[in-house]
């Protein structure tokens, strides 16, 4: 089941069911107008299915804007979490190698507060590389959707945008690599249903395209998180509250080479085959 916001052509805020046949089932005229109803749910994927077989509205994709599924959940984000990116962040700063080799192996992990929801880009819109900064990356990433009591209600896909120059002088400046305005894209849709096992066999590709050709392709696969869903959401909702619950990235394991930097205009297209595509052109901000 795939769930999503959306604007109507009268730019009016919905939430619907993206159906096999591409065609979105408008969930208003069962008198659901909120995300987070559905995912606070005792058994949400219960409930959606009982919405899928209402006689309800179906609009062609042409005819709607996706928006991000973030409504009042706060993002946060895992990193270090594939080998892969250790061996990038290492790489990049003489300076906090050594915190990088050890988070990775210690119990608790590295987790930071990536964006307010309100901040968050969605399909389609842009997202932004710093005027500041001279290396600008994106980090493809599953994003975990939790609800307020700690269950993962399910995946979709966030994109980190980092600036590696800021991150690597200094680690106190990790907040300013990862923290500013369109830094952080979530979408295109919530897939509920599938268990962590099944989710570990499917792949995250990243595709960057610059004047209509592609300068970047590279892919993982999501089994290669060295951490369990479970212990990462654990580690988050430790003597923390989330009244709405959260979003959570699980940290990156494609690495664009040393050379490379985004640039205006350039699309940032991401796919995790079980979800879909979250695509966003990039703008100086
Ligand atoms: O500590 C640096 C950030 C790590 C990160 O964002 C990732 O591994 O995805
Ligand atoms: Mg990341």
């Not at 790489?91 to 080799?101: G, H, L, P, V």
């Not at 993962?152 to 680690?171: A, F, P, Q």
Request: hydrophobic share 40%.
């Amino acid at each position: 089941m795939k769930l999503c916001r959306f604007f109507t052509s009268q730019r009016e805020n919905r939430v619907g069911l993206l159906t096999a046949e591409k065609h979105i089932l408008d969930l208003s005229g069962a008198g659901v107008n909120n995300l987070t109803f559905l995912l606070e749910a005792e058994n949400p994927l219960k409930q959606l299915d009982g919405l899928s077989q209402q006689c309800l509205a179906r609009l062609p994709l042409n005819e709607i804007q996706l928006l991000s599924p973030v409504e009042r959940q706060e993002v946060w984000a895992a990193g270090v979490t594939y080998l892969r990116s250790k061996k990038a962040r290492m790489e990049e700063s003489n300076f906090s190698a050594n915190a990088y080799d050890r988070v990775y192996s210690a119990p608790r992990p590295e987790i930071f507060f990536k964006s307010l929801p309100e901040k968050v880009v969605g399909p389609s819109e842009p997202v932004g590389i710093r005027t500041d900064a001279h290396w600008n990356v994106p980090e493809p990433e599953l994003a975990l959707v939790i609800n307020s009591r700690g269950t993962i209600v399910r995946y979709t896909i966030g994109n980190d945008m980092s600036s590696r120059d800021i991150e690597g002088e200094n680690l106190l400046y990790l907040p300013q690599a990862k923290i500013y305005h369109r830094s952080c894209a979530v979408g295109p849709c919530i897939v509920v249903g599938p268990t962590e096992t099944v989710v570990r066999t499917w792949v995250i590709t990243l595709q960057i395209y610059r004047g209509g050709g592609i300068i970047f392709e590279g892919q993982t696969t999501l089994n290669q998180i060295k951490r369990s869903f479970e212990e990462l959401v654990g580690y988050l909702y430790r003597s923390q509250t989330f009244p709405h619950g959260a979003v959570l990235l699980t940290g990156t394991g494609i690495v664009l080479g040393d050379n490379f930097t985004l640039q205006p205009d350039d699309t940032v297209r991401i796919e995790v085959n079980g979800i879909g595509v979250l695509e966003n052109t990039v703008v100086m901000v």
